[in-house]
């Protein structure tokens, strides 16, 4: 018999080993697991099955278990860099064999656009319409967009400020027609400039003239690349005109948002002709008449010029942020992760991945933040979980049992040898 427990002491020993070497060349690799032999002894059962003083006839390696706890996070300065702060794993497919699952989250960007790992195995994730409208359902490889974005016309301009009310009066009371010269600074109070955009994306200086015409009451004129918007080069009239009441709050008049049609601006300092606006509308609701002086404090349109991709960004729950040369930014794709009820049930592969198998049940899927999937960090790797100063003390623990192991079969031996130099 002690041969035979010597023997499985010996291979025993031997896979711990081995276990224990892989765990130390995986010590750098982002996203690893730290392995675990786990062993059972052997005992040799009588036919019946009785017997209280059976001797065990040695130990055998009954599981290689993956430890999934959390690595640390260590800050990167690649975008595309992942990590998962929590349960889950990255999806990645390469188009022919089933699904595999990483914690490693370094992905870059194919010749295609695709997100890709190291082995050029392709990132799943949900995708985004044109509207950069999310498209929840069936996982696909994400792909970020190559084309810009497609500019757009304003339609709402709102505006947020206060006049002051201390001010004098610049222009003339109703019914008296309203005279303003936009090169005259005396002839208004205040003046603000915005920029819109027509339906090319071209930039349209729009200018907006302030002028106090009584008590609470104040004109409202503008231009658009110079040119007036309402009325004629020599006589502009107001697009609108603001009543306050007399706290000074929101206007009475106009009731609601002042909407300009045909408005025509002459083209621009390049001299291009500029497309016709259809409608424009212009919210005055936020605005106010106290005793302080004059300030802005927003003007919004919602107009964009056309746009190139300059960068992207990944947020805490997977979404993909595109972001635009002209400051826009809309989602291109969503990660999409797995997390598995028996994450130790996964099959090891090679580049850092496992394959689900019966004894990790079917993935649960979802998106970053939900259930028990972690979050999601950018611009970070989870390191190893692989504790180097333990794995090297446990293989030398490992040594001296190898070598205690041998010592069993050596003495075995002589033992053997006595009995047959009887005499």
Not at 66 to 92: C, H, K, R, Y
Not at 102 to 129: C, E, P, W
């Amino acid at each position: 018999m002690s041969f035979q427990q010597g023997l499985s002491g010996l291979n025993a020993s031997s896979k711990n080993l081995e276990i224990i070497g892989n765990n130390i060349a995986n010590a750098n690799t982002y996203g690893s697991k730290i392995a675990r032999a786990e062993f059972a002894a052997v005992y040799a059962t009588a036919l019946n099955g009785s017997g209280t003083n059976s001797v065990g006839i040695g130990t055998t390696l009954q599981a290689v278990a993956q430890q999934f706890t959390q690595g640390n996070v260590s800050t990167t300065e690649n975008p595309l860099d992942l990590a998962i702060n929590g349960g889950g794993f990255f999806q990645v497919t390469d188009g022919h064999s089933p699904i595999s699952y990483t914690r490693n989250g370094q992905f870059k960007l194919d010749r295609d656009g695709y997100l890709v790992n190291n082995a050029q195995a392709r990132l799943l994730g949900y995708a985004a319409d044109a509207n950069g409208v999310i498209q929840p359902g069936a996982s696909v490889p994400l792909r970020l967009p190559t084309r810009g974005i497609e500019p757009k016309q304003t339609s709402r301009v709102d505006l947020e400020f206060n006049l002051d009310s201390r001010v004098a009066v610049t222009g003339p009371a109703a019914p008296a027609p309203p005279a303003i010269d936009f090169a005259d600074a005396s002839t208004y109070n205040n003046a603000r400039s915005l920029t819109i955009y027509d339906e090319k994306g071209q930039e349209v200086a729009v200018s907006l003239y302030y002028q106090k015409t009584g008590n609470d009451q104040w004109n409202v004129f503008a231009t658009a690349n110079g040119s007036s918007i309402g009325g004629t080069p020599g006589a502009p009239v107001p697009i609108t005109t603001l009543q306050f009441p007399a706290n000074g709050a929101a206007p009475t008049l106009p009731a609601g948002p002042v909407a300009l049609t045909g408005v025509e601006p002459v083209p621009n300092a390049q001299g291009a002709q500029i497309v016709p606006f259809g409608s424009l509308t212009f919210d005055f609701s936020g605005t106010t008449q106290f005793g302080s002086a004059f300030a802005v404090t927003d003007m919004r349109q919602d107009g964009h010029s056309a746009g190139q991709l300059s960068s992207i960004a990944v947020e805490a729950d997977g979404v993909i942020m595109a972001r635009y040369s002209n400051g826009q930014s809309k989602p291109a794709g969503q990660i999409e992760l797995a997390n598995f009820r028996n994450p130790q049930g996964l099959q090891p592969l090679a580049d850092n991945a496992w394959a689900r198998t019966n004894a990790s049940g079917d993935p649960m899927v979802g998106v970053a933040g939900d259930g028990s999937l972690g979050v999601l960090q950018a611009g970070a790797l989870e390191d190893s979980n692989i504790d180097l100063t333990g794995e090297l003390v446990n293989m030398i623990t490992a040594q001296r049992i190898y070598q205690a192991n041998a010592q069993t079969i050596k003495t075995q031996d002589q033992v053997l040898q006595t009995l047959v130099n009887l005499r």
